[in-house]
């Protein structure tokens, strides 16, 4: 009340008040930082003593002011030079500033009316008409016109206007910019996208009794061959030769092998007798194995195309460039042909038609061919993440990192998948898991409060049903025969874990590098080493059952259809043994 009077007394005397602006913020800035134009300085009528009364009553702070409001009416009635005066005296001062007489009113003719005010051409502040520069910017207001209060109003209504109307088309372009950055966000993480139309087949890559058509001989990647345990003779039925290491794994049906080699071509053989039944010639090695559904035969290059060729004939049907090398081996589930790429792009391809479903982006290279179940894609790539993608539209069900580049291909038993990274670890994750939007913020937040004593421990990842880390370099691929997972390391260890666990039941070391896929048979598991060493194991005890030599290096697996256990070498041969 004290300030307030203050100000109404400066008001009063001067003709303006203390702190003037168009912006409340200034004026509030200006009262913490500044003092308002001495009142004798507008007004020189004024003695100096009725400066000091205001500025006491204007002081910033509150301790320094007068106590009460009658104490500083007493004190300005003092410095005005009224305090004492006679009633008549004081009478006639009051008359006066009542009715003033003529002479009064010359005299005060020149000076500017209260309702005069001066507009900052720099600031846009209103000023008294008497005032030398703007008590908001400090600028010179001397040649400026003076207006009318009135005037100054409609100023200032139209400035605040200005001011508001620039204020909302800010924040509405700033809303609208968070609103599409949102929708842009959403689109992406949550991708609410319909299916696509089905494949115009429904071929799939199947191996029945006698055959291994796709990698891992089928698109859970088992490999797994049902029957009698294979118990070798040592016999070659055949051997095929070509110039240079064959760097993939044979396909084999009723009764053709088609193998791809280094010297620039796939041939189909005759099962019998390892002939040449018709040759496809490409552009250099081949890394992918080829994979078959129906009659048509699909394999991968490194210059990046895809072909599907008639099984029959070798003729080409159709071919799909994408952008770079492929080393991972194709596989046709529910008529669609799933394609990793180098160029960091998984690929859905109609398997008839060649024509491009869909296609999701990674951070890496992928190599390895993904598994399909259940309309779930899984696969990992050299990022260190595995994904799930929706294998209808190929949008992103969930994805989890796992610290390190994956080089071989999921294993899948019931509803969980098994990976491995190429440093060794390995997981057991439930495919069908989904992600949840801000779910490894919240878990990421969490464990950073573990970390530091302020919260329990985090729950497990969802999905996750174990990992190990065995430590070794892993690069060929996994099996299982639906109890054990089988997994080779480049170091020469071979070892069997739990599926329900992942603990390990026994480990074989110093074989020998191991870069080729186990292959179970019955109650055996048959390894080959890079020496070209074949290893027949128990597969419940690892305990060794049999052993032969090749005689040649081995860098691709081999594979088992029919009783016949096809080998390929890395001086290019492909065996045909019993």
Not at 152 to 165: K, M, V
Not at 512 to 520: D, E
Request: glycine share 8%; net charge negative; hydrophobic share 45%.
């Amino acid at each position: 009340d004290i300030y307030s009077l203050g100000t109404l007394a400066y008001e009063l005397l001067t003709g303006g008040v203390p702190f003037d602006a168009l912006s409340p913020y200034t004026i509030l800035s200006r009262q913490l930082i500044s003092i308002p134009t001495l009142p004798s300085r507008i007004e020189e009528t004024l003695p100096a003593a009725v400066d000091d009364v205001v500025l006491k009553a204007l002081n910033r702070r509150a301790d320094l002011r007068y106590a009460t409001c009658g104490e500083m009416v007493k004190a300005l009635e003092q410095a005005a030079g009224l305090l004492g005066a006679s009633a008549p005296a004081y009478a006639a001062a009051a008359s006066l500033l009542a009715a003033p007489t003529a002479d009064y009113e010359v005299a005060a003719a020149p000076l500017p009316t209260q309702e005069e005010r001066v507009i900052c051409p720099h600031c846009g502040t209103g000023n008294s008409a008497t005032a030398q520069r703007c008590q908001n910017c400090w600028g010179l207001l001397a040649g400026q016109p003076t207006v009318s209060v009135e005037e100054e109003t409609q100023f200032t209504r139209r400035y605040l206007a200005r001011l508001r109307r620039q204020s909302r088309r800010v924040k509405l372009t700033f809303l609208g910019g968070i609103v599409l950055l949102l929708a842009f966000w959403a689109y992406n993480l949550i991708e609410i996208r319909p299916p696509l139309p089905h494949p115009t087949t429904n071929l799939t890559s199947v191996s029945q009794e006698g055959e291994w058509v796709t990698a891992g001989r089928d698109a859970l990647h088992t490999s797994a061959v049902p029957g009698p345990a294979f118990a070798p003779r040592g016999e070659t039925v055949w051997q095929f030769t070509s110039e240079g290491p064959i760097l993939a794994a044979p396909a084999v049906d009723a009764d053709r092998v088609y193998v791809a080699t280094s010297d620039g071509r796939v041939a189909a053989l005759d099962k019998a007798t390892g002939e040449a039944v018709w040759t496809f010639p490409v552009n250099g090695p081949v890394n992918s194995a080829p994979s078959l559904a129906g009659d048509l035969l699909f394999f991968g290059l490194r210059d990046g195309s895809i072909f599907a060729l008639d099984a029959r004939t070798g003729k080409e049907q159709w071919s799909y460039q994408t952008g770079s090398a492929i080393y991972a081996s194709l596989l046709v589930v529910d008529g669609a042909l799933y394609a990793g790429s180098t160029d960091r792009r998984l690929y859905a391809l109609d398997a008839q038609t060649g024509e491009l479903r869909w296609k999701r982006e990674v951070e890496n290279w992928i190599v390895a061919p993904p598994a399909v179940v259940d309309g779930i894609v899984a696969f990992g790539a050299q990022d260190g993440e595995i994904y799930m993608i929706d294998a209808s539209n190929g949008t992103l069900r969930n994805q989890l990192r796992l610290g390190s580049a994956i080089d071989s291909p999921p294993v899948i038993v019931g509803d969980t998948a098994y990976f491995a990274t190429r440093t060794g670890r390995i997981i057991a994750f439930r495919y069908q898991q989904k992600d949840i939007p801000f779910q490894k913020a919240f878990w990421w937040g969490w464990f950073q409060l573990w970390a530091w004593n302020m919260a329990s421990p985090p729950p497990p990842t969802p999905g996750l049903v174990w990992f190990v880390d065995i430590k070794k370099l892993v690069i060929g691929d996994m099996a299982t025969d639906g109890r054990r997972l089988y997994a080779p390391d480049a170091e020469g260890s071979l070892r069997a874990l739990d599926l329900g666990t992942g603990k390990a039941l026994w480990t074989l070391k110093n074989l020998g590098k191991l870069t080729s896929t186990p292959i179970v048979s019955g109650e055996t598991l048959i390894q080959v080493v890079a020496d070209g060493t074949v290893l027949g194991l128990d597969a419940a005890t690892g305990v060794e059952q049999w052993r032969y030599a090749i005689g040649e290096g081995v860098v691709a697996s081999p594979v088992l259809a029919g009783g016949t256990f096809y080998v390929p070498t890395a001086e290019g041969s492909l065996f045909a043994m019993r």
